[in-house]
């Protein structure tokens, strides 16, 4: 039966009153009723005086019974495969559908648990799979419903989606939006009609959208999907359509970046696969539906102006619609087939590409100098094909992520392309390639949420200034277009050649044979670009050299698309490089690859960062970036104190390493000068005068223990509840956080005794910052310990502590706990370890190494993590005293401590550190950062306290902050999204609700902005 609904529906005229009324007359029970939205019936929250809520729902009077029963046969269906959804109440006489004496047909059912989540903003990739799996659970669960009642067409059923939008959209008065809308629609019919005969029917819910499911909350406090809510545009329809409504429905979550709803199609495809013909359905679908929700919502504010409700959804329906249709429907279309696996339009097709040799690329770079006799002799001279008679040699360049040509931060400049193809020019190249398909380190942009357009989809070829030369056919051809910017000929299948930046010597519909002259490469004093693109026809937009929805760059330059549009472009185009007897150098995201191949080597034990970790090959200063060029500020790696990529340190290991490495025990001046460098650092008054150099934090803890029990005659190790301080046998004795280990507690070896932390924000003692007492009390606590430790016997040897509570966030210790806690231990015969790993070498800003802080001087300091910049290297220092107990147990070597390589790593650091004045820095930018952090508290009630202090900081994530409820989940959630918008920040603490904030202490003022907001932009819109 067709049901017509092609003008809209107005909705029944029910109102709040009168719908009580009808729940006493058909169910018996007394309720206030408060409306929900509808476009075409009307629905209302029924409330008892005890509290119970259902939901009665007034049809609109052109569905017939025949539906309802449909529905009420789904819902059961539904239930059976474990879908959730509200059971449908009997009334009075025990029916399901019940007849007002007003005459209006309703229906009661449960009130389905959980939130709304239409308006619930950003969904994360995992909503958006859960999505997608609910659409697959429903169309597997309704795939054998059959019933008299689905054979209906109405406005919603997706195949008259198109005629329905013609018919709606002179009620579209925005002219421009009308005839976008409609060009829109033609072009997906025009898509879909070859592949709908195709599509397999059957029953499918037609309208599973955001709007009609519920939401509960994870831990993470993030809605997730659950039920399942009005069936009333059930009916027999395409089943992928059941996936095209709910994927439209979540892009406005994030409209600017429609391509994240294919976690939603891919997740729907992994429980309902899909075929290929419905897999190229998706997108018009998606298109269509948005086209749809558009015209129709301007046709019920035609007809019902006083709908509220539809009122209110024009905006979000709009963003649907822009949203699909952002990017041209051929690649989004080919987005999904890349992302599901299947063949793209005209693969296969039969191109042909000549069969000379092409040279290979050489192993450790994409960098070649081509032109070699080798070459000469096999007729494979490369760019000879199209440019025969280029004379000397051709330099195929690298701008790429992990060129060697752009270190030190060359890859910044603005003209660092240019400079590239400058050297090569200058050292006598005939000509500069800039291969396909290479992810561009040149285009990538710092401190920006989205990624630049870096990956080029033709082949660039520089040629050095000179006389004009003859441009010919690098294979059999048809001219298609001709022009004085280029020429596109096509080649057999599917498939087209853009010649860009020549000037044509032929004519649309020539007929061309390899070596056939067709165009000129003008005389010019200078270099002359040009760029050779293999395309699909269907990427053509008319002419050459525009490229479908592409900016056009200068005549001569290759076109550029950003890392997430690959996929598509991949398939649109092919590297000429075999035409024109190039190597072939073309890159593609292979992160998953590489962390599968991770997996089967690694053992479960061991960490790693994000549900889906980018693959980082090359890092400068305070960003790291990942191999498809996008780049990300590292607020976490203070193993690399001075930033990544450092030239004073690539320079000291690339010198020292040439000349010597060997051990210790050989006589060479770097590691007195570096170990004299060290102590010159400390306190006038630190009484310390030693170094002993090792590689690591854990091995420099290891070290400290050690001496402190040969110092003293003693085993007993005082340690801190919830610290961390390594994985060797001795430092993770002391390691107390159930963090890194959840049975810390419960398996610490009996020389080890483990006191209470001082966290004056989450330990048993609390005050306010200034409140002294705090620190005396906790500081009491230990000496009476330390007392009882000594009547069993067990006198203390060491104590040792972090000087700021790295592993808590950077909580700093209360004021005078230090000091007294020292003072108490000492007067117990013990020493005093200082764990400076994380938060020595400046970090602090205001002071070079933690413990001045409190203003203390340990026995024993131990340092790792930036005294390298990411060079192993460890060390402890103390006195000789101490140093030369640990002759009693032998004597002490470590092979890769304090080598000649390591010393002078370490010496490169602190030259910088001073050079580069970074200890000020931290001060400075740390004090900006801490404060933008305290202005969000302001606006967000997730943030509890802000801990500490320079470069060392964290963000406290919590549910309450008068009961400090840790949001554990929340934070890991937070950091998965602060990561997307392009800021790598993870979670500490012994609830790992604190972003720790800890970046290279060359972060600068503006980077630290860049944190601030797009943490701002994540509590707002969501995580």
Not at 733 to 760: F, G, K
Request: proline share 5%.
């Amino acid at each position: 039966m067709v049901e017509q609904q092609t003008g809209g529906l107005v909705r029944p005229d029910v109102t709040a009153e009168q719908a009580a009324q009808i729940a006493l007359e058909c169910y018996g029970i007394e309720v206030t009723a408060t409306e929900l939205g509808s476009n075409q019936d009307r629905n209302f929250v029924l409330e008892a005086a005890d509290g119970a809520r259902s939901v009665l729902r007034v049809d609109n009077p052109v569905f017939a019974d025949a539906a309802r029963d449909a529905q009420h046969a789904a819902l059961e269906a539904y239930r059976t495969s474990g879908v959730a959804v509200p059971a449908v109440l009997p009334g009075l006489d025990g029916r399901l559908t019940q007849r007002s004496s007003g005459g209006h047909t309703v229906r009661r059912s449960e009130f389905a648990p959980g939130e709304p989540m239409v308006d619930a903003g950003y969904f994360a990739p995992v909503v958006l799979r859960e999505f997608g799996a609910l659409a697959a659970a429903s169309v597997n669960a309704l795939a054998s419903l059959a019933h008299p009642g689905l054979d209906r067409e109405h406005m919603w059923v997706m195949a008259v989606a198109h005629a329905e939008t013609v018919k709606l959209s002179p009620a579209i008065t925005d002219e421009a939006l009308r005839e976008r809308v409609l060009a829109a629609a033609a072009e997906a019919q025009a898509a879909l009609d070859a592949v709908a005969p195709a599509l397999p029917v059957q029953a499918i819910h037609g309208d599973l959208t955001d709007d009609n499911v519920t939401g509960v909350r994870g831990d993470d406090t993030r809605l997730h999907p659950r039920t399942v809510l009005d069936l009333g545009d059930l009916a027999y329809g395409w089943r992928v359509a059941e996936l095209a409504v709910t994927a439209s429905s979540m892009l406005h979550h994030e409209p600017d970046r429609p391509l994240r709803v294919l976690d939603t199609v891919e997740a729907f495809h992994a429980g309902a696969p899909l075929s290929a013909a419905e897999a190229r359905a998706v997108w018009p679908l998606i298109v269509l539906r948005g086209a749809v929700l558009v015209a129709s919502g301007w046709r019920q504010l035609e007809i019902d102006g006083g709908n509220d409700y539809a009122r209110e959804r024009i905006a979000g329906e709009q963003a649907i619609f822009d949203a699909a249709t952002a990017l041209p429907l051929a690649e989004m279309t080919e987005q999904v087939l890349a992302r599901l696996g299947f063949a793209g339009v005209a693969e296969g097709t039969g191109l042909r590409l000549p069969a000379t040799p092409t040279p290979a690329a050489p192993e450790d770079t994409a960098e070649a100098v081509l032109g070699s006799e080798e070459l000469r002799e096999r007729g494979a001279l490369p760019l000879r094909s199209l440019l025969p008679g280029l004379e000397g040699e051709v330099k195929v360049l690298d701008p790429g992520i992990e060129s060697c040509a752009l270190d030190a931060g060359r890859w910044l400049a603005a003209d660092a392309e240019d400079r590239l193809v400058a050297d090569a020019l200058d050292a006598g190249a005939a000509a500069a390639v800039l291969p396909y398909g290479v992810y561009r380190l040149t285009r990538t942009v710092l401190d920006a949420a989205d990624a630049a357009a870096n990956w080029p989809i033709g082949t660039e070829a520089v040629v050095a200034g000179g006389d004009a030369l003859a441009v010919t056919a690098p294979v059999a051809a048809e001219v298609a277009v001709a022009t004085e910017r280029g020429v596109l000929l096509q080649l057999g299948g599917d498939w087209c050649l853009s010649i860009d930046g020549v000037t044509a010597e032929c004519a649309a519909g020539d007929q061309v044979q390899p070596g056939t002259r067709i165009a000129s490469l003008d005389a010019a004093a200078g270099p002359r670009p040009l760029t050779v693109t293999l395309c699909r026809a269907d990427a053509i937009d008319g002419a050459a050299p525009p490229i479908l929805s592409l900016d056009v760059p200068a005549p001569g330059r290759a076109q550029l698309v950003v890392p997430e549009r690959v996929p598509a472009w991949s398939r649109f185009t092919r590297d000429p490089a075999a035409m024109l007897r190039l190597p072939g150098l073309a890159q593609r995201d292979e992160s998953a690859e590489e962390q599968a191949r991770r997996e089967r080597i690694f053992a479960s034990a061991q960490e790693r960062y994000y549900e889906r970790p980018m693959q980082i090959e090359r890092g400068w200063r305070h960003h790291l970036i990942d191999t498809t060029g996008r780049a990300y500020v590292d607020v976490v790696n203070n193993v690399t104190g001075l930033g990544h990529g450092h030239p004073g340190v690539a320079d000291a290991v690339n010198r020292q390493i040439r000349i010597l490495n060997t051990n210790s025990r050989f006589l060479y001046r770097e590691l007195a000068e570096y170990s004299e460098r060290l102590l010159a650092l400390l306190p006038e008054d630190s009484g310390l005068d030693t170094v002993l150099l090792v590689n690591s934090g854990s091995e420099a803890v290891d070290l400290a223990l050690r001496l402190a029990q040969a110092a003293t005659g003693r085993k007993t190790v005082v340690a801190l509840r919830e610290a961390y301080h390594g994985w060797t046998m001795a430092s993770d004795a002391v390691t107390t956080s159930a963090y890194d280990n959840p049975y810390a507690l419960e398996n610490r070896p009996d020389w080890i005794h483990v006191a209470d932390v001082p966290n004056r924000f989450r330990g048993s003692y609390r005050g306010e910052a200034d409140d002294r007492t705090v620190g005396e009390r906790y500081a009491a606590d230990l000496g009476r310990e330390l007392d009882a430790l000594a009547t069993e016997g067990r006198d203390v040897a060491a104590f040792i502590c972090e000087s700021v509570l790295g592993n808590a966030g950077g909580v700093l210790l209360p004021e005078g706990y230090l000091a007294e806690a020292y003072a108490r231990v000492r007067a117990a015969g013990g020493l005093c370890i200082a764990d400076e790993v994380q938060v020595g070498f400046g970090r602090m800003g205001s002071s070079f190494w933690g413990f001045e802080q409190s203003g203390v001087r340990p026995d024993l300091i131990t340092i790792a993590k930036p005294m390298g910049n990411g060079f192993p290297i460890g060390g402890v220092i103390t006195s000789k005293r101490i140093a030369d107990a640990l002759a009693t147990q032998g004597q002490f070597f470590s092979s890769a401590g304090g080598n000649p390589l390591s010393c002078r790593v370490g010496l490169a650091v602190l030259d910088a550190m001073e050079e580069e004045g970074l200890q000020r820095n931290a001060a400075v930018v740390g004090r900006r950062l801490a404060d933008g952090f305290r202005a969000l508290a302001e606006r967000h009630a997730i943030i509890g306290p802000v801990h500490g202090e320079g470069l060392y900081l964290g963000v406290e994530l919590v549910r309450d902050r008068e009961s400090m409820e840790p949001a554990k989940a929340e934070a890991s959630a937070i950091c998965e999204r602060l990561r997307e918008l392009g800021v790598i920040v993870l979670t500490t603490s012994e609830r790992s609700n604190v972003l720790k904030v800890k970046p290279p202490l060359c972060l600068t003022a503006e980077s630290a902005d860049f944190v601030v907001a797009a943490l701002d932009r994540v509590l707002s819109e969501g995580w």
